[in-house]
């Protein structure tokens, strides 16, 4: 038991440091009923119900259908790396830059495996994170950071796109030219032949409707409360196996911050201090945040020290760029891949029936994981140095 609890901490190690903060911050300002007035519940609410009608698609094999019948059309490599890099930066502006990885990572290492193409390999994982992440930047259903800031900051949604359009833009140029580097070479890419799996129509209408609902919680059109309600009354009845599947791991990682954060604005001596560091550096503080404690949490332990929320917004979506933890959904595809350079076959779960597809993975020696930090960390660190470039260019614009 012992064993299990300390596996369990080590594993969710943001969650963890998150909850020690909040405990030792109890030890400064005494708990009350001021407490409940830290929690964003708009935030979770919202939080909570995307997870879940995200799930709810991927349960249907929503994205497996979408993600395969485009990989059919792949005529050479660079098409087929265009298609799984570009799914992935424009998925992840809706479903999330974690779910945009879940989803088409699995699928890269199944495809190269089937064209013995596992050269390639490390490189199209890479871009696929990178462009996740980047992607995700564009709206506030992006990623979780976004979803924080876009909530506290009084933007509106145009002017929120507005804000990161630039940045998203440059990265799709640069992941355009990198993919142009790949070989024009002839691939046949033939998917699930015998697959007859087809998705529930009624079970897809209810999830866009879902979804909708969402949207509109987002614009501030709806109550938070009564499409919470919805979602989780819905949800219980179509698939109720959906609600166990939420991270809820994250919702607590946010509530332990928004404790820490709260009770260190009531120490006056930490609040002033913190808003002086932070003050007029958001960019540069989201960026070097970023690197050591992943972007989610910085942006909410970093916003309740500043108001300037725009150069923050952008400092945490560029700052996923860089370790492998700046963005905790790129350690999704990293332990994809050093699961599958460590066995001698993938296993991939159809989310539509559950079945195992098997598939050899004779993985080139080159293909190690020193190797893919080391390919990671070079790419993260060009296209950081390129974006962090372009933001104090663009600041210099009148």
């Not at 994205?63 to 087929?80: D, E, M, P, V």
């Amino acid at each position: 038991m012992y064993k299990k609890f300390i596996h369990f901490f080590k594993q969710d190690a943001v969650f963890t440091i998150s909850l020690i903060l909040a405990v030792i911050s109890c030890f400064f300002v005494q708990p009350s009923a001021e407490y409940i007035g830290y929690i964003d519940f708009r935030v979770l609410a919202l939080l909570f119900c995307l997870m879940t009608v995200i799930g709810g698609y991927s349960n249907i094999g929503f994205f497996h259908k979408l993600g395969k019948t485009l990989l059919n059309k792949a005529a050479s490599i660079r098409s087929l790396a265009a298609v799984l890099v570009f799914l992935c930066f424009f998925s992840s502006m809706v479903i999330t830059n974690d779910v945009a990885l879940i989803t088409f990572v699995p699928f890269t290492i199944l495809i190269l495996n089937m064209i013995h193409r596992n050269d390639k390999l490390i490189l199209l994982i890479v871009l696929e994170t990178i462009a996740a992440n980047l992607g995700s930047m564009l709206t506030p259903l992006g990623n979780p950071q976004n979803l924080y800031l876009y909530t506290i900051s009084g933007m509106n949604l145009g002017e929120f796109v507005l804000t990161l359009l630039p940045y998203t833009a440059i990265s799709f140029l640069l992941l355009a030219i990198l993919i142009w580097r790949f070989p024009k070479e002839a691939v046949s890419i033939e998917l699930d032949e015998d697959d007859t799996s087809v998705i529930s129509k009624g079970k897809l209408i209810i999830y866009t409707g879902l979804f909708l609902l969402c949207l509109l919680v987002v614009l501030h059109i709806f109550p938070f409360q009564l499409v919470l309600a919805i979602v989780f009354i819905v949800m219980l009845f179509t698939d109720r196996k959906v609600l166990y599947s939420v991270d809820y791991i994250l919702l607590l990682t946010f509530v332990c911050f928004f404790i820490f954060i709260g009770n260190m604005k009531n120490i006056p001596a930490v609040h002033t201090l913190l808003s002086q560091i932070i003050s007029g550096h958001e960019f540069a503080s989201g960026v070097l945040a970023s690197q050591c404690i992943s972007n989610v949490p910085a942006a909410i332990l970093l916003s309740g020290f500043t108001t300037e929320i725009a150069p923050l917004l952008i400092g945490v979506n560029v700052g996923g760029l860089g370790t492998l933890i700046a963005s905790l959904a790129s350690l999704i595809s990293y332990k994809y891949y050093t699961k599958a350079i460590s066995t001698s076959s993938t296993t991939i779960h159809n989310t539509k029936t559950s079945s195992p597809l098997t598939q050899t993975a004779s993985l080139s020696t080159p293909n190690t994981s020193g190797r893919y930090m080391y390919i990671f960390t070079a790419y993260n660190v060009l296209f950081l140095a390129i974006l962090v470039v372009a933001y104090y260019l663009l600041t210099l614009l009148p």
